[in-house]
């Protein structure tokens, strides 16, 4: 039986890659704001309604150099339900992570548990928009004004993603993202920084290339986050498929829809009706109704060759580093240990067939009758 992942990268044509490519191998500039790379900020800017975009190597290293850009110090309110990288960025900055809940019905941080932190040491919030649905950007930006702090949005998911047409990367003082291989735009490995600020995108431009300015001096401790042509290739290649890549996204997300809703003891993904979404994404919750737990379904999936994933399974302060450095969470998160302990994120991506959909919702249908 063939193995149905959680995941696939969609890829261009192998010509049309190839084409981007010889433009760089033919001008001998593989990095260092190369013509593609220019090209493809130009690009992206144009496409997604933004002001400004760095792009950046990873997008851990785009979360480091929003933290280090806007010169963050002290502490830092994050959500636990996120990937690993969302914290180390802050720790490997030299600051402290404070983790709060996640909202009662949703996956994103709970705006309304920012002020019971009274820490005079907070100088910003990390927001994670999860799977791609938005924070409550109105609540978060109110807060941040009367508080005087910062925020950077990490926005890894969010790739086209909108409220009332509105791109959310323009959010915040700063939205991350990441073009890593597993999401639904990529170049391999690769992230970007989207600011409204001219002065901050030319300060981060700056931060990712070691810290030179044009004449040559080193004015800040930058690192090398800079992305190479072979990643802007397959970027510029990929920028015609976008609208097609979310089109097919969606009709897959519809299907499990059709396919799982209506089932006890399974929640889906609920899309708010004033947000233009990217389809990232189709996590189900296992819950109370439903009769296997969220580890046996798990182990049911893969007896049948299927691998959905435990997204995000443990919480952030669960991992040893967290609990060695003693930076756990000093305040309630039992609303995101809930969802970490009954999510799965099934198997979603453009070239996904009606049949695998099928196979893997017959697993859950086939647990009901067992």
């Known amino acids: 039986m063939e193995k149905i992942f959680v995941t696939k990268p969609f890829l261009p044509k192998w010509e049309e890659y190839q084409n981007y490519l010889k433009i760089a191998l033919e001008s001998q500039i593989l990095t260092n704001n190369g013509y593609l790379h220019q090209k493809f900020e130009e690009q992206l800017t144009k496409k997604l309604k933004i002001h400004n975009i760095s792009l950046i190597n990873n997008g851990t290293i785009a979360l480091e150099l929003a933290i280090q850009a806007l010169e963050l110090r002290g502490k830092i309110i994050t959500t636990p ?31 309304d548990l920012i002020d ?12 994670v928009n999860v799977y791609g649905i938005p924070c409550n950007n109105k609540k978060i930006k109110q807060i941040a004004q009367e508080r005087e702090l910062r925020v950077i949005y990490d926005s890894a998911h969010c790739f ?22 597993t999401k639904i735009y990529h170049t391999f490995e690769g992230g970007a920084i989207a600011t409204a600020d001219e002065n901050l995108k030319n300060k981060i431009d700056q931060l990712r290339n070691f810290g030179f300015q044009s004449d040559g001096d080193v004015i800040a401790l930058g690192t090398n986050g800079k992305m190479n042509e072979a ?9 015609p498929y976008i609208d097609e890549i979310i089109t097919k996204r969606k009709q897959r997300f519809n299907l499990y829809i059709e396919y799982l809703k209506n089932i006890p003891g399974i929640k889906l993904l609920s899309i708010p009706d004033d947000v233009e979404y990217n389809y990232a994404y189709f996590p189900i919750l296992i819950q109370q109704g439903f009769p296997l737990t969220r580890d046996e379904l798990f182990n049911k999936f893969q007896e049948n060759n299927i691998y959905p994933r435990k997204y995000f399974y443990p919480l952030i302060t ?39 959909i099928y196979r893997v919702c017959k697993v859950i249908k086939n647990s009901i009758i067992l």
């Open 116 to 127: 019971e932190i009274k820490d005079k040491d907070v100088s910003a919030i990390i927001p």
């Open 160 to 181: 086209g993603v909108k409220v009332n047409g509105e791109s959310i990367l323009n959010w915040g003082d700063i939205s991350t993202l990441s073009f890593h291989a």
């Open 318 to 356: 669960n991992f040893s580093l967290y609990k060695n450095y003693n930076i756990i969470s000093k305040h309630k998160i039992t609303n995101a240990q809930k969802i970490a302990d009954s999510v799965l994120c099934l198997p979603l991506y453009p070239d996904i067939t009606e049949n695998d």
């Open 231 to 239: 990643q802007a290739a397959m970027g510029l290649a990929l920028i």
């Open 81 to 111: 339900y996120s990937f690993i990288a969302t914290a180390n960025s802050i720790l490997l900055r030299g600051l402290e992570p404070i983790f709060i809940d996640i909202e009662d019905n949703g996956f994103n941080l709970d705006p």
